[in-house]
């Protein structure tokens, strides 16, 4: 005979004192197991603790959900249709399978809100589910609370990872907008680097051409502590995003080109102004400067003015000094005048030998002679 429900769930809580916040059946399969087997789980804490039937005391496996990689879901949400999730953990992959939608959106709800501390943006729950949500998300955190580290200081410039580091394909959207992009522009590129739905990882979604049209690729890249792992049949760990986008490339032998928006181009050409000109100012326009003279006061220039001339009576003759200097000039000139000429004469009769008298007779002599041959004076 079973034991009770409760009965069972006080026992184990006697093995481990991690508050219980969701349990249900599940299916699990690990890394190279063929088949998947039937559990009945438990999420206690971060743990998730796995038992063959919900009557076993005590768990066959033991999940450490704390370092949890990524949860993905490999197949659609569709109602009435199982559900697959892909948990990336460090030492190992385990594939958990619900045969209700409902009941994995659940699980991945729970799962990630105790994981990542927050509940996730999307998730297909009522708002009473959602509610609890909320209420097993206080209770984790007043449990475990996370410890919180103060900002670290600026990193200096050398340091800082260059924008470079980020493929020029990379696009903030999600797997619906990047196809439906791939299909409106093919001219524009085949392949766009996108952030995952889970976080800290990403995704691949490329349009590739076959003999039967294009066909739609999504490719998931896990973020690890030694690189980035595409997640391939074979998985293929490569050191930058750049060099996941290289794999790619040399994989499709450059068939493929990284999606870039195409840029409008402009139609019209702006003028240019006019170079801007060293202005000379006329010379009109410049003012002359101002005499910096202290004013004189009224006073002063009373006192400083010199007086009136004096003005002569109606009948009193007044000789201009200037007149009298003139004449004096004159008188003093002809004196000087008649010295040189008695001078030059004296000197012109010694020289020839004549005495005055003879010379002035000779030269009565030849006037009238010229007189004579002339005419007679005349009249």
């Not at 840029?263 to 005499?291: F, G, M, R, W």
């Not at 008695?342 to 005055?356: A, P, V």
């Amino acid at each position: 005979m079973s034991a009770h429900p409760r009965v069972v769930h006080n026992r184990r809580q006697t093995i481990t004192a991690l508050p219980l916040y969701y349990s249900g059946h599940l299916l699990k399969k690990s890394t190279g197991e063929k088949d998947f087997k039937s559990y009945y789980g438990e999420l206690r804490g971060e743990s998730l603790f796995l038992y063959k039937d919900d009557t076993q005391d005590t768990y066959s496996e033991r999940l450490e959900l704390a370092q949890l990689k990524s949860m993905e879901l490999d197949s659609p949400y569709q109602k009435k249709m199982p559900t697959i999730f892909t948990l990336n953990l460090p030492t190992e992959e385990v594939h958990l399978k619900m045969d209700n939608a409902d009941t994995g959106e659940e699980w991945r709800g729970y799962i990630l809100t105790v994981v990542n501390r927050e509940i996730p943006a999307k998730l297909q729950l009522l708002p009473g589910q959602m509610i609890k949500l909320g209420e097993v998300l206080v209770q984790e955190n007043c449990r475990n609370p996370k410890l919180t580290r103060p900002p670290l200081p600026p990193r200096p410039m050398h340091l800082k990872p260059q924008s470079s580091q980020m493929p020029s394909c990379f696009l903030d959207v999600t797997r619906q907008e990047a196809e439906k992009m791939l299909e409106a522009n093919p001219e524009n590129g085949s392949i766009i680097l996108r952030p995952s739905a889970m976080p800290k990882n990403y995704a691949l979604t490329l349009r590739q051409k076959t003999s039967r049209g294009p066909v739609l690729k999504n490719y998931r890249v896990t973020s690890t502590k030694s690189g980035f792992v595409i997640e391939l049949e074979t998985p293929v760990t490569v050191p930058s995003l750049n060099d996941v986008l290289k794999f790619f490339l040399e994989k499709t032998e450059y068939r493929l080109c990284p999606y870039v928006d195409s840029q409008p181009y402009d139609t019209h050409i702006l003028p240019s102004s006019a170079p801007e000109c060293v202005s000379i100012p006329s010379p009109s326009s410049v003012a002359p400067p101002k005499a910096q003279v202290a004013p004189l006061l009224r006073s002063q220039t009373k006192e400083k003015l010199p007086p009136p001339p004096h003005k002569p009576d109606e009948g009193e003759y007044v000789v201009p000094d200037d007149s009298l200097d003139h004449n004096r000039k004159l008188a003093q000139l002809g004196n000087e005048l008649r010295k040189a000429l008695k001078t030059r004469r004296e000197n012109i009769y010694s020289e020839s030998g004549q005495d005055e008298a003879d010379a002035y007779e000779n030269e009565a002599d030849r006037r009238a002679s010229w007189t004579v041959q002339c005419g007679g004076p005349k009249a």
